[in-house]
């Protein structure tokens, strides 16, 4: 059986309950069953989590950085979305 | 499942609480923590849509286009933060729509105070400063809740929200350093959300109807007294800056609390507007029934174009 025919699955692993699921790399397996068996053999040999994530790669639509400038643009023209963009009195300024 | 099973179950998810350990999606958890949970959360998503509004009422009459681009932003992260809340109490199993019909029909609350009106644009700075505060105090308690998707809501929203309590602060200092006409209109607007924002940390613990339980499953992590007292302390030298009078005749410093002494809220009007009763009540729903239904031919839309893609895709 070779490699290329199976199908890439990214993880992601929850490190401790309260935490979100985080990326931690990727790995080829048959279905979504053996992904979840391979992740845990793979990324979870020092128990680095009480959860795992398997989703197939191809399922994640990614935006390109390429495009980041139109993507995101005009979000960095609003520094009033940032709290120290507003002066106030020293006796104040900790709300 | 017999009872005996259930009994271990609950026994292992109170020990889990305990433990300070969050509360996952797929965990078991006892059903009346899950109803709860999806009252608490979903009447929390509400109140930030439904907040959109009395605050919306003033963005096409900002006094100046930094104002304007301002409050643009706040309302719009308003927004953004109803979607965290519901898409938080969807891992719970209930539906966005389940969500929305109980809010239209009146079945759901939202926070009583969206339903005052906002008659100056005192209104706004008052509400940032005020509502938005109230509402920081209660979400900062809110970060350690015991169900993990609502404490990571949490934190989110309490780091966006940093901006919103600040915007309002300095409209009131601008008014309060301005005219004598301009002085007035802050101080009415303090007078008219001050008693509203203490309201919004819900009835005394004695009269709580979900305190005790929420406690216990450590839902909510400080009762509302004790998160309304908070908040007066944090409020109190904030006015003095200002240089406006107090709201309340009875706010004065304890030295012997610790606390500032404030007098009692008007309980019959706090549960009258609850009841459907305040002055925008019914303006609030009707509103947002309206947008919904506006919104009809876009979600057609994209319906539309999505089944067009696959039939060309499967062509």
Known sequence: ?95 | MNTEDTADLEQAFQIRIDKEEKIEPKDWMPGEYRRNLIRQISQHAHSEVIGMQPEGNWLTRAPTLRRKAVLLAKVQDEGGHGLYLYSSAETLGVSRAEMIEALQSGKAKYASIFNYPTLSWADIGAIGWLVDGAAIVNQISLQRTSYGPYARAMVRICKEESFHQRQGYEIMLSLSRGNQAQREMAQDALNRWWWPSLMMFGPHDADSAHSAKSMRWKIKRETNDDLRQKFVDQSVPQIDVLKLEYPDPELKWNENRGHYDFGELDWDEFYAVIKGDGHCNRERIQHHVKAHEEGEWVRDALKAYDAKKKARHAA
């Open chain 1, 1 to 95: 059986m070779s490699t290329e025919k199976l199908e890439l699955f990214e993880v992601f692993i929850r490190s401790k309950r309260g935490l979100d699921h985080r990326h931690v790399g990727s790995l080829h397996a048959e279905d979504h069953q053996q992904a979840l068996e391979y992740a845990r053999d793979c990324y979870t040999r020092r128990s680095e989590g009480v959860s795992l994530w398997v989703v197939k790669s191809a399922d994640i639509v990614a935006s390109q950085e390429d495009d980041a400038e139109s993507f995101y643009d005009p979000m960095d023209d609003k520094p009033y979305r940032h709290a120290t963009y507003y002066q106030l009195p020293k006796e104040v300024d900790n709300m």
